[in-house]
């Protein structure tokens, strides 16, 4: 069963309780505690509109359901999965209240929020082993290293239409995986406005790009979608596939498709898992984010309570629920007193 996504068209609008407020700006009180087991609640109204990133969109729905089934909430959340860049780009604006990010927001991004007067709170709140995939009938491939998918997905494959064709290449790199078979090559995976684009060819290709002085991109010859769904029936839809997704889009579907198991810096191959990417040593494994416009905080209750809510022991089951890792207690904390510090 496939994840659920909503566009700006067809947007999640959810009911939400509010958090009890205090103080002149309207603000909802938070503790320096790490969250408890009682979420924020209060009959008060008012809307939230979160953009950004299709990963992280499945947690803000997540939590946005949880709070739906609260007694007496309406506060009306919609949520839309653009890509991390694209929301960006409308938070920096001022066009939306929160963004979800799946990496770190980049320098020009910041000087764009700065140059709007967009002030903003950077809060961490989940784990994402970014993964690799194929079909399960695609059983000659198990595991590939940083080398061979450069060799594969990178700037310098444009055209090959065959797993072998990227063997030269791999070879050149000292891949251990240079014997790639003679099977077609179908590659589907997000476009450039996608946070799991950058983060993909960061992980893959930042050394040997810098080694062999080419860019930092993928090749452009292959199917790109925002919509995670898409990139999954496209990994489903051929036999010799290979593809990259959040972690949550491939547990959802992990009975059609295979995760395929990246080489560590000692070679050891590691799938992800619950536990590879809480403890780190799957590869590939980053952080998910939200970040929240500190003066419509301020403004607007409803974003408050929205967020109090997110980072509550109840939204952090929501990230589970949603096919991702929960922070580490202390990663939590900092979040929390993000939060709590924001004046």
């Known amino acids: 069963m496939k994840l659920k996504q909503w566009s700006l068209l067809a947007a999640l ?10 103080g002149d700006d309207g603000a909802s009180s938070t503790s320096d505690a ?25 947690i803000s729905i997540k939590v ?7 007694e007496g909430g309406n506060l009306k959340v919609t949520v839309e999965g653009p890509g991390t860049g ?46 690799v995939a194929t079909s399960p009938a695609n059983t000659a491939i198990e595991c590939l290293d940083k080398a061979a998918l450069y060799a594969l997905v990178g700037p310098e494959s444009e055209g090959f239409s065959s797993w072998a064709d990227a063997n030269a290449i791999a070879g050149e790199l000292g891949s251990a995986f240079a014997t790639l078979p003679d099977a077609p ?35 452009a010859d292959y199917t790109a979608s925002p919509n995670d769904n898409v990139i999954v029936d496209g990994i ?16 959802a579907e992990e009975a059609r498709m295979k995760a395929i198991a990246i080489a560590d810096k000692e ?11 809480a403890d780190g040593s799957y590869p590939f494994s980053r952080t998910l984010y939200i970040y929240v416009n500190k003066a419509k905080a301020v403004e607007n209750p409803a974003i408050a309570a929205y967020v109090d809510l997110y980072l509550s022991a109840q939204g952090g089951e929501q990230v589970s629920a949603a096919g991702y890792v929960q922070l580490d207690s202390a990663t939590q904390q900092l979040s929390l007193d993000a939060w709590t510090a924001r004046g």
């Not at 009682?38 to 499945?58: H, K, N, R, Y």
């Open 13 to 22: 609008t959810v009911t939400l309780p509010l958090a009890a407020c205090g």
């Open 34 to 58: 790490p969250a408890t087991s009682e979420a924020p609640s209060t009959s008060e109204g008012g809307s939230v509109f979160v953009t950004g990133s299709s990963t992280v969109e499945p």
């Open 64 to 70: 946005g359901e949880l709070a739906g089934t609260a």
């Open 86 to 131: 694209d929301g960006f780009k409308k938070f920096c604006a001022g066009d939306s209240d929160i963004t979800g990010a799946s990496r770190a927001i980049k320098e020009e991004e910041a000087t764009l929020c700065a140059d709007a007067g967009i002030e903003y709170i950077e809060l961490a709140v989940a784990i994402d082993g970014l993964t």
């Open 185 to 219: 090559l179908s590659i589907y995976g997000p476009g450039e406005e996608s946070g799991t684009y950058d983060s993909f060819v960061e992980f893959a290709f930042k050394s040997i790009s810098e080694d062999r002085g080419t860019d930092m991109v993928s090749r």
């Open 236 to 251: 489903e839809s051929a036999d010799t596939s290979l593809g990259w997704v959040g972690y949550a889009y491939y547990k």
């Open 267 to 277: 070679g050891a191959c590691v799938l992800p898992t619950d536990e590879t990417i």
